[in-house]
């Protein structure tokens, strides 16, 4: 069952840069790392530069939980992004077609 994941990050004024950065470094590691991860994609709004959406999909429950416990997640999003956040979302998603 493939899994979409969908986040938000609402980044504390100041730090878009460096959540951008960290975003671009994470998702390096992704692609080397985590042949279950099927997408890594980073956007920041138009709009508002302190507001990130991440779109992820996986090839299972499995494969999400594994992908928390990365020495890369721990590192960037853990150590380095939660700490500038104001406020973070997710949401879990089984695909229906496709």
Same mark, same amino acid.
């Given at each position: 069952m493939t899994l979409a994941l969908i986040a938000r990050y609402h980044v504390v004024?100041?730090?878009?840069? *460096?959540? =951008? @950065?960290? *975003?671009? =470094?994470?998702? @390096?590691?992704v692609a080397a790392h985590e042949p279950a991860c099927l997408v890594y994609n980073a956007n920041v709004d138009l709009e508002n530069e302190n507001l990130f959406c991440l779109y992820e999909v996986y090839t299972d429950e499995d494969a999400v939980a594994a992908h928390r416990e990365t020495p890369h997640f721990k590192r960037f999003i853990e150590g380095t992004i939660v700490p500038v956040l104001e406020k973070r979302e997710r949401e879990l998603y089984r695909r229906v077609i496709g």
């Amino acid at each position: 069952m493939t899994l979409a994941l969908i986040a938000r990050y609402h980044v504390v004024p100041g730090n878009a840069a *460096l959540v =951008e @950065q960290s *975003l671009r =470094e994470m998702a @390096q590691h992704v692609a080397a790392h985590e042949p279950a991860c099927l997408v890594y994609n980073a956007n920041v709004d138009l709009e508002n530069e302190n507001l990130f959406c991440l779109y992820e999909v996986y090839t299972d429950e499995d494969a999400v939980a594994a992908h928390r416990e990365t020495p890369h997640f721990k590192r960037f999003i853990e150590g380095t992004i939660v700490p500038v956040l104001e406020k973070r979302e997710r949401e879990l998603y089984r695909r229906v077609i496709g």
